[in-house]
């Protein structure tokens, strides 16, 4: 599978789901933007995708709390001026605190939370939707979390976020399925061992989880020709293979 010539957004390239799409994406040719506010684990990634032989990435330090909405039209008028068009659009940056009852929530925690996992996916989405709309097909994938998207009990500012934000994507989905340019899809990578796993989950036994590794081919799979048609979907990363042939 060849993302060549693709030009890919990755918002949290720093994190652990969004370095490992990153590394999967570049890995298959694709020029991969890291986005996150973190420069020095946006280095290090840098540095990791050269060294497996991907394609050069470009670095964007971004902090999606605290930018402007100019903050963000910046962004979308430089990928517009260096490459004329986007391909894909990957949102992966998430905030999590911790499980907190909403009695006891703070509203500093509350606005931050929503910020990084709701505002800031339309702001980029709704930014960058006339780049995308250069390409002949482009992807967009919502990142969302199975333990959270029902908005159990304690789940807080958090898992509502995750809720709004299925919400947000499959408004977007069906808005955008008429012209059939640029597909919407929500993954949900399921229990799987990773840093926010780690966080609030601490007593659990990672051993007996996936690794991050394992979505690689399922983001290959999602910014790739193969997935052309598939739109509006909420896509569980344990079922897409048989689903999806991927």
Same mark, same amino acid.
């Given at each position: 599978?060849?993302?060549?010539?693709?030009?890919?957004?990755?918002?949290?390239?720093?994190?652990?789901?969004?370095?490992?799409?990153?590394? #999967?994406?570049?890995?298959?040719? #694709?020029?991969?933007?890291?986005?996150?506010? @973190?420069?020095?684990?946006?280095?290090?990634?840098?540095?990791?995708?050269?060294?497996?032989?991907?394609?050069?990435?470009?670095?964007?330090?971004?902090?999606?709390?605290?930018?402007?909405? @100019?903050?963000?039209?910046?962004?979308?008028?430089?990928?517009?001026?260096?490459?004329?068009?986007?391909?894909?659009?990957?949102?992966?940056?998430?905030?999590?605190?911790?499980?907190?009852?909403?009695?006891?929530?703070?509203?500093?925690?509350?606005?931050?939370?929503?910020?990084?996992?709701? @505002?800031?996916?339309?702001?980029?989405?709704?930014?960058?939707?006339?780049?995308?709309?250069?390409?002949?097909?482009? +992807?967009?994938?919502?990142?969302?979390?199975?333990?959270?998207?029902?908005?159990?009990?304690?789940?807080?500012?958090?898992?509502?976020?995750?809720?709004?934000?299925?919400?947000? #994507?499959?408004?977007?989905?069906?808005?955008?399925?008429?012209?059939?340019?640029?597909?919407?899809?929500?993954?949900?990578?399921?229990?799987?061992?990773?840093?926010?796993?780690?966080?609030?989950?601490?007593?659990?036994?990672?051993?007996?989880?996936?690794?991050?590794?394992?979505?690689?081919?399922?983001?290959?799979?999602?910014?790739?020709?193969? +997935?052309?048609?598939?739109?509006?979907?909420?896509?569980?990363?344990?079922?897409?293979? +048989?689903?999806?042939?991927?």
């Amino acid at each position: 599978m060849s993302l060549k010539n693709h030009v890919i957004l990755i918002t949290g390239a720093a994190g652990g789901l969004g370095s490992t799409a990153a590394l #999967a994406l570049a890995k298959v040719g #694709a020029q991969v933007i890291l986005l996150d506010k @973190n420069l020095h684990k946006l280095e290090a990634i840098y540095d990791k995708i050269l060294a497996d032989g991907g394609v050069e990435p470009i670095m964007y330090p971004f902090d999606l709390a605290g930018a402007t909405e @100019n903050d963000y039209e910046e962004l979308a008028q430089r990928i517009d001026e260096k490459y004329g068009v986007l391909h894909g659009l990957l949102h992966s940056a998430v905030e999590f605190h911790s499980f907190t009852p909403l009695i006891q929530h703070g509203t500093k925690e509350w606005g931050h939370t929503l910020n990084v996992n709701l @505002n800031a996916p339309f702001l980029l989405t709704r930014v960058l939707l006339p780049v995308m709309q250069k390409a002949n097909h482009a +992807s967009i994938v919502f990142t969302s979390d199975s333990s959270a998207r029902l908005a159990p009990a304690y789940s807080g500012a958090y898992g509502i976020s995750k809720v709004a934000m299925e919400g947000l #994507a499959h408004v977007l989905a069906e808005e955008l399925e008429s012209v059939g340019k640029i597909r919407v899809n929500i993954l949900i990578p399921s229990p799987i061992d990773s840093p926010l796993r780690k966080r609030a989950y601490p007593a659990e036994d990672k051993s007996k989880l996936p690794t991050m590794t394992s979505l690689e081919p399922i983001y290959e799979y999602l910014f790739s020709e193969d +997935s052309v048609g598939i739109t509006g979907r909420t896509i569980d990363a344990h079922t897409i293979k +048989s689903n999806f042939k991927v």
